[in-house]
């Protein structure tokens, strides 16, 4: 596969169609006890709309953020005669803040002034006197300085309203004007905002103060100060001509009642094309589409400290998601956070330790019907893995599958965008980039939705994934299949670097795996005179007998055979999927010639036949152990469980269970009333045995 190739799979240009990417449906602003709308109706773009004014002052309570000039945000100040009173901390603010400032010393006097909380602010200093020109440093504190400070001072008048906090477990939505998110971060600039222990230990908090002090990692020191030239760059650009468009916030959560049942699904996951560029990155050729970032779930993660990874650059690019830190609590394992409507403000080169402020960036994505522009981003956070083998547990991938289809889903009826992403949680959280991959391509199959892959340069990967991708649609592949293998890769001890090698297997041998109906063959008693050529054949699942063709008369359960249910397994890249305690769990019936296959023998057979049902229904033979592990059990009804799959259904229809069938948990782990109504299930599969 030629190196040379930007993209495999489908070209953008299909994937927008005619339509291009501008005229995907978005969920539209109409205010509600759900959707909280700050300002007034309809936004024009000429001007900044006008605030929404409240008829009732929530400034102060625990479903709403504490606004600095809220009545009752006081700080004690100390009299001439020595005594203390209570005054309005916003009055103490103003008061700071209007007097003159010249430099990074005299600021961080001011800002002690009403937050004496605030740690050395070291990192504001090296930028002004290490890093900025002379002439660069006395501009911002004799131009700029001042109109973030007036920025900040109008809050009152910009953002009247209540803004109510994003808690968890609640879908929710905030729709700000760009003018009061500018306003917003103004007062987080200027570390206005009242600090709570409680508040701070599940809100990030959009106070500056932890930007403005990371100077404890010298190998940082840079990173911070290009930093801190995106943020001034922002302020410059919104000072000098006021923005006048909308951004959106939407918390979305799922109980686990809505969530797919990953073990049903029957979607084709060819169904949905994919379109992987080892070149390029989502905020720069993701137009239209949802572009994933890969978050903390403390949103926007170190963006306000040493960070500075995709998340962050993210964060600092368009600075307007870092208000979203002020109101949006921890994102729990079945949330996500959606944000349209915000804008780009700069360029940017390097990544980590090599992250550099480029320069301005012109973002002319065009506006909705609703005032916003049409970049729509979606927050999922990944787990962390202190040992990369844990992703592996079907726990783990049962939470990331979940997270990622929370993100991806829509409540809109219409064709929905693609998913812009890439390796989702594989950088610093240590996720496996294949495993990841396979992840979001389930959730976004039952999200309905195509992908749009970034590997960041890695070709190899870009390869590897697409040949996985066709080897998933040519094979008609289904979420549900997937969703098995997965689960099993844990147990087979094989290498990560092995997972597409072992999925591919695993439909191999799912396809010639054979039935309970093929280790239990029951056919009437051949003819003595008939060659070998008539019997079933051990040696190659391709000719072996169906079960589907065997039928049994009434009173035709004398003249039975028992197929041998062994086979040569072949040489492979890696060991065969099927469990390895396969042979050992389940008793081989290995008859003689037809010659040989008396009455008697076939008593014995069915002895034998009703000691596995006896150890599957759980109970006690004399031949058998008393006590009998619980584990080894539950692995042999698994085993058998995994025998008796049904053939794989049309594409994109979802099986519709009946109520008769057996209730399984998504988890690996069986529930004991699962496993009892796995155990009668199989034990009725045999029941013509007990009539001999």
Excluded at 30 to 40: D, E, F, K, M, T
Excluded at 68 to 85: A, D, I, M, R
Excluded at 286 to 298: E, I, R, Y
């Amino acid at each position: 596969m030629a190196g040379s190739t930007k993209y495999l799979g489908t070209s953008m240009e299909a994937m927008y169609g005619s339509q291009g990417p501008w005229n995907y449906e978005l969920p539209p602003i109409i205010a509600s006890r759900y959707h909280s709308v700050l300002y007034q109706l309809p936004a024009s773009l000429k001007s900044p709309p006008k605030p929404h004014i409240s008829t009732q002052n929530h400034h102060w309570d625990s479903d709403h953020v504490h606004m600095p000039y809220s009545p009752k945000n006081l700080q004690t100040v100390k009299n001439s005669n020595g005594s203390e009173t209570p005054k309005l901390r916003w009055e103490i603010i103003q008061e700071a803040l209007l007097q003159p400032i010249s430099s990074s010393k005299q600021l961080e006097m001011v800002l002690n002034k009403y937050n004496t909380r605030l740690p050395k602010l070291s990192a504001l200093h090296y930028f002004f006197e290490e890093v900025l020109e002379n002439e660069e440093s006395e501009e911002f504190f004799e131009s700029l300085l001042p109109g973030i400070i007036r920025l900040a001072l109008q809050l009152p008048e910009i953002l009247p309203g209540n803004l109510p906090l994003l808690k968890k477990g609640s879908c929710k939505s905030i729709s700000l004007s760009q003018l009061q998110i500018a306003s917003l971060l103004a007062n987080g600039f200027l570390c206005t905002f009242p600090w709570r222990e409680e508040v701070a230990l599940t809100y990030p908090g959009i106070n500056f103060s932890g930007l403005f002090s990371s100077h404890f990692r010298s190998d940082f020191n840079e990173v911070v100060a290009e930093k801190l030239k995106c943020i001034c760059h922002y302020f410059r650009r919104v000072l000098t001509v006021e923005p006048v468009g909308i951004v959106t916030f939407e918390r979305k959560f799922f109980p686990r009642s809505h969530l797919p049942r990953w073990d049903r699904l029957e979607n084709n996951l060819g169904n949905i094309r994919i379109h992987i560029s080892s070149n390029g990155f989502i905020e720069d050729d993701g137009d239209g589409l949802l572009q994933v970032d890969f978050a903390n779930k403390s949103i926007g993660g170190g963006v306000l400290g040493y960070g500075c990874v995709q998340e962050e650059i993210r964060f600092m690019v368009c600075p307007e998601l870092i208000v979203s830190r002020l109101f949006t609590e921890h994102l729990g394992a079945t949330e996500a956070l959606i944000i349209i409507g915000a804008e780009r403000y700069s360029k940017y080169t390097g990544y980590g330790d090599t992250f550099v402020w480029a320069g301005n960036y012109n973002d002319n994505t065009p506006y909705d019907h609703f005032g916003r522009r049409r970049t729509s981003i979606v927050a999922i956070d990944a787990l962390f893995f202190g040992n990369p083998l844990e992703q592996y547990n079907p726990s783990s991938i049962l939470r990331e599958v979940n997270k990622a289809y929370v993100g991806f889903h829509s409540r809109l009826d219409s064709q929905l965008s693609a998913v812009a992403t890439g390796n989702w949680g594989c950088g610093a959280f240590r996720g496996d980039p294949n495993l990841k991959l396979l992840i979001q391509l389930m959730a976004s199959n039952a999200a309905r939705r195509d992908i749009v892959y970034f590997t960041f340069g890695d070709v190899e990967l870009r390869n590897n994934i697409y040949e996985m991708y066709q080897f998933l649609a040519t094979n008609d592949v289904t979420i549900a299949q997937l969703w098995r293998y997965l689960c099993r890769f844990e147990q087979s001890n094989l290498k990560p670097k092995h997972l597409f090698s072992y999925i591919q297997q695993a439909h191999f041998d799912s396809k010639n795996q054979r039935s309970l109906k093929d280790y239990f063959c029951f056919r009437k008693k051949p003819d003595l005179s008939t060659s070998n050529a008539n019997y079933v054949s051990s040696k190659s699942p391709s000719t072996s007998a169906k079960a589907e063709d065997v039928r049994l008369d009434p009173g035709e359960t004398d003249n039975i055979v028992i197929a041998s249910s062994q086979t040569d397994s072949d040489t492979d890249i890696i060991e065969s999927s099927q469990p390895d305690d396969l042979n050992t769990k389940l008793p081989r019936f290995v008859k003689s010639p037809p010659a040989q296959a008396t009455k008697d023998n076939v008593s014995q057979d069915a002895v034998d036949v009703i000691r596995l049902i006896d150890e599957i229904d759980g109970k006690e033979t004399s031949t058998h152990r008393a006590d009998v592990d619980r584990k080894e059990s539950m692995s042999l009804l698994t085993t058998l469980d995994k025998l008796t799959r049904s053939e794989p259904k049309s594409r994109d229809v979802e099986v519709k269970q009946s109520k008769e069938e057996e209730v399984e948990k998504m988890e690996v782990d069986h529930e004991p009333v699962a496993i009892n109504k796995s155990k009668r299930k199989i034990t009725d599969y045999f029941a013509t045995i007990d009539k001999g």
